[in-house]
DNA sequence: ATCCGTAATGTAATATTATAACATAAAATG
DNA sequence: CATTTTATGTTATAATATTACATTACGGAT
């Protein structure tokens, strides 16, 4: 099964979710291990938070979630753990909402194109490599070398779109 | 004479900026008047010290320097005063960055494409009206509607690429 | 197994960015 | 000029993020 370009963008509001939450964490411990990367409990804790909903989470949101699983907890604990998430590509963060949100593709290198719903705030993920390669040739016209994208667009998402029923 | 693409993008080092800041300060009251907006003094100091060079600001830097001034002012009087000249296009929020920069293109719409320069800290804007299509058509496939896209782009630009004599 | 160096986490304090709430002043309207 | 609206002043606080240093856990050597 080949995913599509949409995998992780906007799942039905009905699916299995607990689904979308073990696939996460499997797909990042085998990364970890094929990485020789450190996939600890606290890192883990923290990734199935992230993942808890489809929608950006606060680090201090986190941070709550955390102590309520009666776990010592600092900011230091939940940035330091978000920063190990987001280098290794388990976790981006969307820019201008100051929040966190999972992503299952930790393998594939991709800019993330997020599409965030202003009505049900969930936040699906294009990885389209068309948009990336048109930003980086013009920019490319004007001298400029890209690195880095961030690209997040507001919108209304499908799901919502649907429901103009009043 | 007509502004290309990259007008807003990368002056020469050795450029008069004096030029630009007159120039932005011209435009932006040009445009209140024709659009009955308050170009009080307040905004027009802030929007001063947003163009006192083509990087972004952050909004505590700018309270700092209208203090330098010797006015009266508060976070609050900076924030709000953002908010005027952001919602009129006079200023860009770079959100990956939590700072302004100042944008001589009220008028047009557009989403801006902002450059980032690694090396100089300077900011371009691209305003790619391809860009904005592209993206809002792929999303359109994924049933995703858009209404605001925030393009920020990080690499090095054409000035600092230029000058590797190390 | 013990030692050692490194990486991860704990902990306290603080820095940075942004907003809420309410008072005052200035401007637009009639 | 009285009224209403808009902008600004002022104080406090919320929300986001980092620094610095102590402690613990891990991984690789002997
Ligand atoms: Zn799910
Ligand atoms: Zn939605
Ligand atoms: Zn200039
Ligand atoms: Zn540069």
Redesign the interface.
Known sequence: MTKS??AN??PAHEHDHTVCIADALDSAEQHCVAHQLRFTPLRRQVLEIVWSRHAPIGAYEILDELRNESRAAAPPTVYRALEFLVDHGFVHKI??LNAFVGCDRPDSEHVG?F?I??SCHQV?E?D?P??AK??AK??K??????????????????NC?GENHA
Chains 1, 2 share one sequence.
């Open positions: 370009i949409s963008a906007f820019e201008s194109q599409l719903c202003g699906g294009l389209d068309e948009i048109l930003i013009k920019a016209t004007v001298g400029f070398d890209v690195s880095h994208q961030t690209i997040e667009v507001r919108g209304v998402c499908s779109a």
